[in-house]
């Protein structure tokens, strides 16, 4: 059988998954043209950096070099080169080599064009025209051999090497038997299993190389007083369960798969027309492994994680989105109490239009919720929207959704499809009689399907109801159904007393039995509520550590001191407190040390007075009325 892609056939052979025109700043002084530039031509990717002044000469050619690797790139169309005119880099040199691949290349120096305003001028000029030029190439079918795929893992616990390493590891071995490349690196996660690489090179050439790499940064570190083996894992690695570099070595060296490994690659290097497994001689923090990968000339990265992607907190805007500056100072109030997206209305081409003087001013993504209108949906797209939220089924035919879908592709945007139980087509009604779970599903998958029917797949599914039981089983049903994410929440929860017990079953539950990516919970209250809600569903689901955890007992007929109040002013008091700790108010001292014992630090109390205690272990007695004071005192400590 013979597996097939549609991809982007570049002059040099070479096949894209995607067709950018590449905005390049060779020196980091050219990035605020190159982003401006960015903002006002659709069809432009950025590739922003730090790097090009002030650096020693081996540094900046390897600068030079990444950045002419980054404009090789497959699924670079054309690249509009943005130069300052007396930067370190070669910017001559990355120009000529990115050329002789066939490409479009343009470039523009700032200086020799008399300012900034100039040069934003003249490289809205080139990109426009670069856009143009590549505008019409279309996918064709080629060989799946023309694939390269890097791979990278992160947040390794101790299921990594068994479980999300050893899925990426298998699709590696799969691409390399059909003809296809795959690229691996981390080389601080080579230590203590490069023996196990090593003996799969194909040749001692290569099982040389790999065991000079790993000694070379291993040198490094030495240099500057630092070991490598002593040092690792991460904090992360060893909440996740791991104890030692060799064991997170092990767990991390498992995605490569079990084929041969062809050679060693530095870090500027682009794969060309080699085939096989390849290491990447790389570093082990994001940003630099990530840029090394792209510049190998893969097309896509498989980035596998062992503690898993964070479920994601959302809210939404009660202002009129139209009114931009107090809709940014609503978002920024909810991103100080921890909303990592934000939903706003967009009724009308006023407000779609005030999206872009919102999306510059926040630092959270944003999704444009739209209704009936198809035409707000494609300009909220072109305004900076981050997603769109629709359903397809109430903005007309599919000419029209068709529109929208093409204007998400064009810029990159994701589509949620929301569906309510309050707004459920009439025949789905007709046929199940009331709302269902089954009549919520097939309404999503309708949708679904016609986004589909275009070839667009970047999708988020909701089907929200205000019944709990209803909302759940809708949940657990499409969860069976599709691999789409899930935006999780009940629809018209209430007020925040009721509306918080509703979500913190109706979401809570469902994140217990791992469903869900993202979720809001809907109050009938200022927004930034939601979000202090979200995060403590989040935390009582234990799926994550945001701040403390406050945990005290019910009280019975042993409590000997007013507890209720110290409780609740601990809670006043800690709200604020970023430390990841569990605080325990017990009422009692016999059972409450024991009985808290997992808690870092806690009270409990007796007759006017009573002890704080850390891991179970009294530390000394206090009076009742300077019991929080002391406490507080002590969690200053840890």
């Avoid at 991390?252 to 001689?281: C, F, H, N």
């Avoid at 025949?427 to 667009?456: C, I, Q």
């Avoid at 999708?459 to 929200?464: A, M, Q, T």
């Avoid at 007013?562 to 407190?577: F, H, K, Q, V, W």
């Amino acid at each position: 059988m013979a597996y097939e892609f549609m991809g982007y056939v570049r002059p040099d052979g070479q096949v894209g998954c995607r067709n950018h025109v590449a905005i390049m700043p060779s020196v980091t002084c050219a990035g605020d043209v190159a982003s401006a530039i960015v903002r006002q031509v659709a069809g432009t990717v950025g590739y922003f950096h730090h790097q090009g002044c002030c650096q020693l000469p081996p540094d900046l050619d390897r600068v030079t070099e990444t950045l002419i690797s980054l404009g090789k790139s497959p699924n670079v169309a054309a690249v509009l080169v943005v130069s300052l005119g007396c930067e370190g880099t070669d910017h001559e040199r990355l120009t000529a080599e990115i050329r002789k691949t066939g490409k479009p290349v343009r470039i523009i120096r700032i200086q020799e064009l008399g300012g900034v305003s100039a040069a934003i001028k003249a490289g809205i000029d080139a990109a426009q025209e670069l856009v143009m030029l590549v505008s019409g190439i279309q996918r064709q079918p080629v060989s799946i051999d023309h694939i390269t795929m890097a791979i990278k893992c992160g947040a390794s616990d101790t299921t990594s090497g068994m479980a999300s390493n050893c899925v990426v590891g298998y699709v590696a071995d799969k691409l390399v038997d059909l003809g296809a490349t795959v690229v691996f690196g981390e080389t601080t996660e080579f230590l203590g299993g490069e023996h196990l690489l090593a003996r799969r090179a194909v040749n001692p050439e290569v099982s040389d190389k790999i065991y000079e790499i790993v000694n070379r940064m291993e040198a490094r570190a030495r240099s500057l007083g630092c070991d490598m083996r002593k040092g690792q894992p991460t904090p992360g690695n060893i909440e996740g369960g791991l104890s030692s570099i060799e064991e997170k070595s092990l767990g991390a060296i498992v995605k490569s798969g079990t084929r041969p490994i062809q050679g060693v690659m530095e870090y500027p290097e682009t794969i060309g027309q080699r085939k096989g497994l390849w290491i990447k001689d790389t570093p082990g923090r994001e940003p630099e492994i990530l840029t090394g990968m792209a510049a190998t000339g893969a097309q896509f990265m498989m980035f596998s994680t062992g503690r898993g992607a964070p479920v994601t907190i959302q809210s939404m805007c009660n202002t009129h989105t139209e009114d931009a500056k107090a809709t940014i100072a609503q978002i920024h109030a909810l991103e100080e109490a921890g909303c990592e997206i934000v939903r706003v209305t967009v009724p009308n081409m006023e407000a779609a239009h005030a999206l872009s003087e919102i999306k510059e001013n926040i630092s959270i993504p944003l999704v444009a919720d739209i209704h009936f209108d198809y035409r707000l949906a494609v300009e909220a797209a072109a305004r900076g929207a981050d997603k769109i939220r629709i359903n397809p089924g109430n903005i007309g035919g599919d000419d029209r959704v068709k529109a929208v879908v093409d204007a998400c592709r064009e810029h990159k945007v994701p589509i949620r499809i929301g569906v309510n139980g309050g707004s459920l087509e009439k025949e789905l009604l007709a046929k199940y009689g009331r709302v269902t779970p089954e009549a919520l599903v097939e309404s999503a998958l309708r949708h679904v399907r016609l986004l589909e029917k275009f070839d667009f797949t970047e999708i988020c599914i909701s089907v929200k109801s205000s019944d709990v039981p209803l909302n759940m089983a809708a949940y657990r049903l499409l969860h069976e159904k599709v691999d789409y994410p899930l935006h999780l929440g009940v629809t018209e929860a209430g007020t925040p007393t009721m509306g918080l017990l509703k979500s913190a079953i109706g979401i809570g539950g469902l994140l217990c039995e791992g469903i869900g990516d993202t979720m809001r919970v809907s109050l009938t209250a200022d927004p930034v509520e939601e979000v202090y809600a979200a995060k403590r569903i989040l935390q009582a689901c234990g799926i994550r550590r945001s701040g403390v955890n406050l945990v005290s007992c019910p009280t019975c007929g042993r409590t000997a001191y007013d507890m209720i109040p110290i409780a609740e002013e601990l809670e006043r008091r800690l709200a604020d407190c970023k430390k990841n700790i569990t605080v325990a108010v017990m009422g009692c001292v016999v059972n409450g040390p024991g009985e808290a014992s997992a808690a870092d630090i806690g009270v409990a109390g007796g007759k006017g007075e009573g002890m704080i205690f850390r891991k179970g272990k009294i530390l000394y007695k206090v009076p009742q009325e300077k019991l929080v004071d002391a406490l507080m005192e002590e969690i200053k400590k840890l």
